[in-house]
């Protein structure tokens, strides 16, 4: 399991190449990339500032994972998050996991994509022609969480 | 190393309650009876102005205590690190 917040970009297929090396147990190998739109909310973003909590971010998206790994049949996974100043178009967030069959893999990924949506401590900044401001957080990034809830409560 | 006798604790402030608050964080030493997160987040509010509107009961704002999301009822330390998180907003 790898987990990293860097500046620079990253390489989408050297990453997945990495993350299934030779392992011939592998039959299903699902990523999503997040990338910068150039609209949000009705304005144009000319940039996007990311920061995290250095030490929580790395903790708190290492639990993700784990909680991944013990809900389905994953052979590994790896989430690279990108902080600092972004442009429209730039990746922002990788999430890939390797397991024997796509249903395991594509739930997995979805997954920590969802959680780490809500509870991994980022925040966005954007840069508009009306000044900066901070993004909202977005009920619906919630509801796509609380779907896998098994345990009510935990959302404070 | 900290001595025994230091009893305050680090408050880490982050996105937009940084600029709110106008600081990046503080060290507190805590009166006896602010000993939850719950208790800590009501005291700063106290404080009034931005404090009070950002941290009013309303407004969802997360405590993460040594890196950890904590609960209202979450102890709270000398020595420990404890944060004011904004919603989130990565990915």
């Known amino acids: 399991m790898t987990v990293r917040v860097q500046r620079e970009d990253f390489d989408v297929g050297r990453?997945?190449?990495?993350?299934?090396?030779?392992d011939p147990r592998v039959g299903?190998?699902?990523?999503?990339?997040?990338?910068?739109?150039?609209?949000?909310?009705?304005?144009?973003?000319?940039?996007?500032?990311?920061?995290?909590?250095?030490?929580m971010t790395e903790k708190a998206l290492a639990g993700i994972v784990a909680d991944a790994t013990a809900r389905w049949d994953i052979f590994d996974a790896i989430v690279i998050h990108r902080v600092g100043e972004l442009a429209p178009a730039d990746q922002i967030v990788l999430v890939g996991v390797t397991s024997a069959h796509r249903g395991d893999a594509f739930a997995a990924c979805e997954f920590?994509?969802?959680?780490?949506?809500?509870?991994a401590p980022?925040?966005?900044k954007e840069s508009t022609p009306e000044g900066i401001r901070w993004v909202d957080a977005r009920a619906s990034?919630?509801?796509?969480?609380?779907?896998?809830n098994e345990t009510p409560g935990e959302n404070a | 190393m900290r001595g025994d006798s230091d009893q305050s604790l680090t408050l880490v402030y982050l996105a937009r309650l940084r600029d709110a608050f106008g600081a990046s964080g503080e060290r507190v030493v805590l009166p006896p009876d602010i000993a939850t997160a719950g208790a800590l987040r009501a005291w700063l509010a106290a404080r009034g102005g931005?404090?009070?509107?950002?941290?009013?009961?309303?407004?969802?704002?997360?405590i993460a205590v040594n890196h950890d999301i904590a609960q209202p009822d979450t102890p709270v330390r000398p020595?420990?690190?404890?944060a004011l998180l904004?919603?989130?907003t990565g990915g």
Do not use: Q
């Open chain 1, 28 to 55: 299903a190998v699902a990523a999503f990339i997040g990338t910068v739109r150039d609209v949000n909310d009705d304005a144009n973003v000319k940039k996007l500032t990311l920061e995290h909590y250095p030490g």
């Open chain 2, 50 to 62: 931005p404090w009070a509107t950002e941290l009013a009961p309303g407004r969802t704002v997360r």
């Open chain 1, 141 to 148: 990034d919630e509801d796509a969480a609380a779907r896998w």
């Open chain 2, 79 to 82: 020595g420990d690190e404890v």
């Open chain 1, 112 to 119: 920590i994509m969802d959680y780490l949506k809500t509870r």
């Open chain 1, 122 to 124: 980022f925040w966005k």
């Open chain 1, 15 to 22: 990453e997945l190449a990495a993350l299934r090396g030779a």
């Open chain 2, 86 to 88: 904004p919603p989130v």
